[in-house]
């Protein structure tokens, strides 16, 4: 970007001054802002309108603006949201917020014109020459910035200087364009032309260009470094997105200096040369003017070979672009000034793209103690011509682009959006687009994506990997989704996400790879052929940048059927030589699920199948299909293989194509066994290495790893494949076939069997495990039955008495267990009358607003009786249990309950009323709950599963699943939907395609969602893709700009948003989870979470976050077991169970979970960090003396998971003393004490002492409900006169260990 040489900014002159920087207060400005500008409304300036008349009839402009307000924005929330977003990050120039920059950059440019010229040198004595001032400047050596290659000390090319011809001010900050970023700051270029004495007609070969330009950069640092601005600034150089053909000066102010350091702006110094200086012709993109002769020459006798035919020599279109983008900046800082003359809101647009740029770029970004590097091509600049284009451009032959053609009466917010369906629309490689008449042929035969600027000779997108365009295509997509939302308001989404530039979350799978890239670059120097590809690497102009491309490539290329993405991110700090990069991907949505890569026939296809071996090797095999073709396919797995297995199929490719093909090593290891006994094997010829044979290249995923976790201990490894949900579901409909065959011998035809249980829709932690009926075997510690309810025909029969309907229901249980038993008589078969539901009150605990379980009321009251059926299938071994589902029911429950309401009987009216809410939950809402996620899981987010299972493991891990102030299954369940459905907290995203990337959007939605303030929508009925994934229809609605994302109506939201505002107007909506669906408006079929549980989840997921981004920043899963580790000293009293009356241990994750690359055991696998807790301050040692002895053993001996019942009672279903001792607890001491503790196996129940009861003096009454003793001393008497009491910590205690007997085998009171 360049100023206008009509409208010079700045004038190079050179007057004295006194080196100080003033407050802004000189009589000569600067930057004259221009008046378009002014009048933009991003400076807040007035300039003098005439007022009007109130009386006056509204103008044509005024009704046009009332129309854009009711049309464009849909609210006018939106359009004050916009206008407040540009008057809060806008920084315009002239500006009183400004002053001291201006005087700063009037400062800058009379130093740099005032330096002396220097006489022209050879290379030696300008290395010398450099090295002494610099020395005199700052006290250190200064070296030449020169690229690689460096010149040779004896090269034929003289280094001079002489003041520079134009010092302006150019790019976004002159133009009215800068953003203020709040991460990264915002820039102001400042370009210094150099004479164009100082260069030769033929400069532009062999880096000659680039030598004289470092040596010019070296004289203007040291110049800097000399005057009193190096007290002002930090001075130093860096490259110009990673070019090291690139030198700039960055000059970011000091801390404390006054009207600078608080502004976060950056000053660069970019050096140029006139368009004129330099022949521009001759860089053409299919020009070479680097010859192989002067990079290598042993090829050539020692000789440059300056005058080889260049025809014959591969092209430098990159490294002509580079000299290009130096001689053009002044070009387009012209051609953008005159757009926004003639387009009053060109700049706002160009502002609101940068801005949502910024947000989604992640150059700049640290992740642990790296800083990503910011390489990427596509820039705010390139977005502004993309703008401008737009505006101006030419748009001959391309009748898709003709309906964006943007007009100068638009808004900018119109052109805005059109500029994004653009982005979201165009593919830059197979359109190339140009300004005016450009022959594009030569551009795309040298380049992949073309945009030419407005001088016909520079490509904008030089250098430009295909990853980077298609991420931003996939975020302009999904933008324009959310701007042509029919429902919702997602500006926050458009315009202030953070999570955005999280690379940790961002892609579907993140690897860390640590390499050696010198050693890579210039192994096998010395043929021909490697001399091409060393001159195909210095193209980049960064050898980081080399291996970034290589990798990108190769990864994109080889893995083409199975990722959409593959974004290389290097870092700027490297250790050593050793260079770290953060490879993320995004899988294709059909390709995460496909076990086969299917390649090419090799008769038919030769040159295709002959690289499918060369990427898999002895992985490609031939073979014949269905269809009675005969192709080659890589095949990484069987039809039966578990989800947990299937999910790593693509870590797997990488990890044996990065081994295969670069030496790369897995830490841990990713691959099968299978896989490792052939990736070694006879590698291609084109293979490249990185480091030597005892210093491979590194490589780590958390992908692999955090998977673990979702297993169990006795349901890992290979086992996995052999429990599958696929199998429960399958013996489910066997069993419903079974019970429909039946119906001649029942009273009523059964209309069909409805699942409720999480294990039959993809979402228990651990698949469903059979146990086949046998005289030896069959039984295990915890028998947990898959739940479902039979729906009968309907008839008039039923009685109007719930007693009476009961027993009804009871007969209907015992006949189906009869006729079954006939036709099954090898399966198990019994009626029984336990509590229905899921763990304590039926797993629905509202938090500490509700935490007292002990009343009996309708709830629980007739349900504890209501009987059920279970059956141990003989065929498959799975035990279900079945329950009846009778609509007269709820009906006789709901009209009794108006009924005895109208009648003045209030309590009664209540009871019916919450058995009423129980009954639908049982028979309605739990059936259609089961059937969205069903439904999710199955046919369209295989991740879904997965990453349902990771959260519940999480929270479960962390004792917070499904207790009395936990989160209920279901509950859980719709967080992980939400970050699947259009209407997810992070949808920005592309929808998740791996478990990883999905569990750790869950947490970020429990860190950073507002509860209290923003309404959280599972919209299951939403389209579930979003982009090159999606159907023919969709995509062809998109190019007719007609942008939705279906799922609920406007009517069905707006119902929504206005039931979250009345209840947020009477003070209901408190900072907890609650999440809502069209069929729940108000989120009471699983209740919401309470306020302190919401604060414990949200602490306890940044937590885990930061442990995540920790170790993938780090490459090593050492934090990973803290992620799944409960900290215990946040609890008052935590109460340790024998771990051999636990039924469900096995249900624990495997120790293998726990184990990391370090081999560090600070982790156990009960849920506690070991170690790291506060000492107790008391230990109750009076337990029975067998329960001591039992304990003593216990330290002293290691546990072997045991499958038979502790209890001595085979065949128990869903028997688990553990789970109804804590149910006890929170009936009786509900009260007083809040429980935790983790239902799948946990042998640590932990507490908190509520501080409403405990550790208060109150006074005595009979209603206390509680074990209170008398205040010894009383500091004061009540009003009453009755004495004081508190609660009886002791007493409970004891109470506590009484009830325990047998489960408990020590008690630790953490804080009295």
């Known amino acids: ?120 040198m050879g290379v030696r004595a300008a290395i010398k020459y450099v090295r002494k001032i610099g020395k005199t400047a700052t006290g250190k050596q200064l070296a030449i910035p020169f690229p690689d290659p460096a010149p040779s000390d004896d090269m034929l090319i003289k280094l001079g200087f002489q003041p520079p011809t134009v010092v302006n001010v150019v790019g976004s900050y002159p133009l009215g364009m800068a953003i203020n970023n709040t ?39 040291a110049g800097l470094q000399q005057s009193a601005l190096r007290d002002v600034f930090d001075i130093e150089i860096e490259h110009m997105h990673g070019d090291r053909r690139l030198p700039i000066i960055v000059m970011r102010p000091q801390k404390g200096v006054k009207h600078l350091s608080k502004l976060g702006c950056v000053v660069r110094v970019l050096p140029s040369i006139a368009h004129d200086t330099l022949p521009l012709k001759r860089l053409a993109p ?75 770029s992640v150059g700049g970004r640290t992740l642990g103690v790296h800083t990503l590097a910011r390489t990427q091509k596509v820039t705010g600049f390139v977005l502004t011509m993309v703008l401008a284009w737009l505006l101006r451009g030419t748009m001959s032959g391309a009748a898709m682009e003709g309906r ?161 993405i593959v974004a290389v991110h290097p870092c700027t700090s490297a250790e050593g030589d050793r260079c770290v990069f953060f490879v993320g991907i995004i899988a294709d949505v059909d390709g995460a699920k496909r076990l086969v890569d299917l390649g090419p026939n090799p008769d038919a296809e030769p040159e295709e199948a002959a690289r499918f071996r060369a990427y898999w090797g002895e992985r490609a095999e031939l073979r014949r299909f269905r269809d009675a073709s005969i192709r080659l396919a890589a095949v990484w797995g069987a039809n039966g293989m578990a989800v947990e297995t299937r999910s790593l199929i693509l870590p797997r490719m990488v990890a044996y194509l990065l081994r295969r093909h670069f030496a790369v090593r897995a830490v841990p290891e990713v691959m099968q066994p299978e896989d490792l006994l052939v990736v070694d094997k006879a590698r291609p010829k084109t293979a490249q290495v990185f480091g030597g044979p ?62 409720v249980s999480p294990g039959l829709r993809y979402a228990s932690l651990t698949p469903p495990k059979p146990l086949p009926l046998s005289r030896n075997g069959g039984d295990d510690a915890f028998i947990e039955p898959l739940h479902a309810v039979i729906e009968f025909a309907g008839s008039t029969k039923w009685p109007d008495d719930v007693a009476a309907l009961h027993k009804v229901k009871t007969a209907f249980l015992l006949r189906i267990a009869e006729c079954y038993t006939t036709a099954h008589p090898d399966s198990h078969v019994n009626v029984s009358n336990r509590f229905f539901g899921y763990g304590a009150a039926d797993g629905l605990m509202t938090g500490i607003s509700a935490n007292r379980l002990a009343t009996r009321d309708a709830d629980d009251m007739d349900y504890e009786r209501d009987n059920f059926l279970d059956i141990r299938h003989a065929t498959s071994g799975y035990t279900f249990r079945l329950s009846i589902l009778c609509e007269h029911e709820g009906e006789v429950l709901s009209r009794k309950a108006r009924e005895l309401k109208a009648a003045g009987v209030p309590a009664s009216a209540q009871a019916l009323e919450h058995a009423y809410r129980r009954w639908m939950r049982t028979n309605q809402w739990r059936p259609r709950h089961h059937r969205y996620v069903l439904n999710m899981c199955q046919r369209h987010h295989p991740a879904a599963s997965l990453t349902i299972r990771l959260l519940k493991r999480w929270l479960s891990r962390h004792m917070l699943l499904g207790q009395a102030v936990g989160v209920p299954e279901e509950l859980a369940e719709l967080m992980a939907a939400c970050v699947f459905t259009d209407s997810s907290a992070v949808s920005a995203l592309a929808t998740p395609t791996s478990a990883y990337v999905g569990f750790v959007r869950c947490l970020q939605l429990l860190a950073l969602w507002r509860w209290k303030d923003d309404l959280c929508v599972v919209d299951f ?11 023919g229809e969709k995509s062809k609605n998109h190019m007719l700009g007609i942008w939705t994302s279906g799922g609920m109506s406007v009517d069905s939201f707006g119902a929504l948003q206005n039931v979250f505002d009345e209840a947020q107007k009477k003070n209901k909506i408190a900072n907890a989870v609650r999440i809502v ?5 108000v989120a009471q079929w699983w209740g919401t979470v309470s306020p302190v549980l919401t604060r414990r989840l949200r602490d306890l997921a940044k937590a885990s976050l930061e442990c995540v981004a920790q170790c993938v920043a780090s490459g090593t899963d050492a934090h990973l077991p803290q992620v799944f580790t409960t900290p215990l000293n946040d609890y008052d009293f935590v109460i340790r169970l024998d771990r051999d009356v636990v039924c469900r241990t096995h249900e624990q994750p495997p120790k293998a979970a726990f184990n990391t690359i370090e081999g560090s055991g600070a982790f156990a696998v009960d849920g506690s960090a070991t170690g790291n807790g506060k000492e107790a301050t008391e230990i109750f040692k009076n337990l029975l ?52 503790h983790d239902l799948h196996g946990g042998n640590i129940i932990a507490g908190l002492w509520s501080p409403v009861i405990v550790g208060k003096d109150v006074p005595f009454s009979a209603g206390l409900h509680a074990n209170v003793s008398p205040v010894k001393e009383e500091a004061k008497k009540t009003a009453s006169s009755r004495p004081l009491v508190r609660y009886n910590v002791q007493d409970v205690v004891s109470e506590i260990i009484r009830l325990g007997d047998g489960l408990i085998a020590d008690f630790v009171i953490q804080r009295s």
């Not at 109130?54 to 402009?61: E, I, R, Y």
């Not at 012209?334 to 700049?347: I, V």
């Not at 290249?697 to 992908?703: A, D, Q, R, V, Y």
């Not at 546990?1199 to 019942?1205: C, L, M």
């Open 1 to 120: 970007m360049a100023s206008s040489e009509d409208e010079e900014m700045y004038h190079s002159h050179g007057e004295d001054n006194n080196d100080q920087v003033v407050s802004g207060d000189d009589d000569e400005e600067m930057i004259e802002e221009p008046a378009s500008h002014k009048n933009s409304g991003m400076t807040g300036k007035n300039n003098g309108q005439h007022k009007k008349n109130l009386d006056a009839k509204a103008t044509n402009a005024e009704i046009m603006a009332l129309n854009e307000t009711t049309l464009l924005f849909k609210s006018n929330l939106f359009k004050l949201q916009e206008d407040e977003l540009l008057t809060e990050t806008s920084v315009a120039a002239g500006s009183k917020a400004t002053r001291g920059l201006d005087a700063a950059l009037r400062q800058i440019r009379d130093v740099l014109g005032a330096q002396g010229a220097v006489d022209e």
């Open 183 to 221: 991460h990264l700051g915002f820039n102001v270029d400042m370009v210094v032309q150099m004479p164009a004495v100082l260069f030769q007609d033929r400069d532009h070969l062999n880096f000659r260009y680039f030598y004289k330009r470092a040596f010019y950069m070296a004289m203007l640092f």
């Open 286 to 360: 299919g020009r070479n003017h680097v010859r192989p002769g002067y990079i290598a020459p042993e090829t050539a006798g020692g000789e440059s070979d300056d005058t080889a035919d260049a025809s014959l020599l591969p092209a430098t279109p990159l490294y002509n672009s580079a000299i290009l983008g130096d001689a053009l900046f002044l070009t387009h800082m012209k051609y953008l000034f005159e757009t926004t003359e003639m387009c009053p809101e060109f700049a706002r647009a160009a502002a609101l793209l940068r801005i949502w740029h910024g947000q989604r």
């Open 404 to 564: 964006f053609r943007l007009s100068p009466t638009m808004t900018a917010h119109q052109m805005f959006k059109s500029a994004v369906e653009f982005l979201a629309l165009h593919d830059f490689e197979d359109s190339p687009i140009g300004f005016g008449n450009v022959d594009m042929d030569s551009f795309s035969d040298n380049f992949g994506a073309v945009f030419v600027d407005p001088s016909a000779t520079l490509n904008l997108l030089a250098g430009t990997q295909e990853w980077e365009l298609t991420e931003l295509r996939i975020a302009a997509r999904q933008t324009a989704l959310d701007i042509n939302h029919h429902a919702e308001n997602r500006f926050d989404r458009i315009f202030l996400d953070a999570r955005l530039t999280d690379v940790t979350s961002r892609y579907d799978h993140v690897f860390r790879l640590e390499v050696d890239a010198p050693q890579f670059l210039t192994s096998g120097t010395g043929n021909s052929v490697n001399v091409v590809r060393m001159l195909a690497e210095l193209e980049h102009g960064n050898p980081v940048v080399a291996v970034q491309s290589r990798i990108a490539s190769f990864l994109s290329s080889a893995l083409e059927r199975h990722a959409r």
């Open 694 to 755: 005892g210093d491979t290249g590194k490589l780590f995923t958390l992908s692999a790893r955090v998977v673990e976790f979702a297993q169990s201990s006795d349901i890992c490894g290979p086992a996995t494949d052999e429990v599958t949900f696929e199998r429960a579901i399958n013996a489910f409909d066997e069993l419903q076939r079974e019970i429909k065959e039946m119906e001649d011998k029942l009273p009523l035809r059964v209309l069909a069997l409805h699942p």
């Open 1021 to 1031: 009925g939403a389209n579930l893709y979003d982009d090159e994934g999606s159907s």
């Open 1077 to 1081: 669906t069209e069929d729940d408006p």
């Open 1185 to 1236: 003396p067998s329960m001591q002895t039992q304990n003593q053993s216990q330290m002293q001996t290691l546990h072997v998971k045991q499958h038979t019942n502790p209890f001595n009672q085979p065949g128990m279903i869903n028997f688990d003393p553990v789970s109804q001792f804590v149910r006890d607890l929170v009936d009786v001491y509900g009260d007083s004490m809040f429980v935790f």
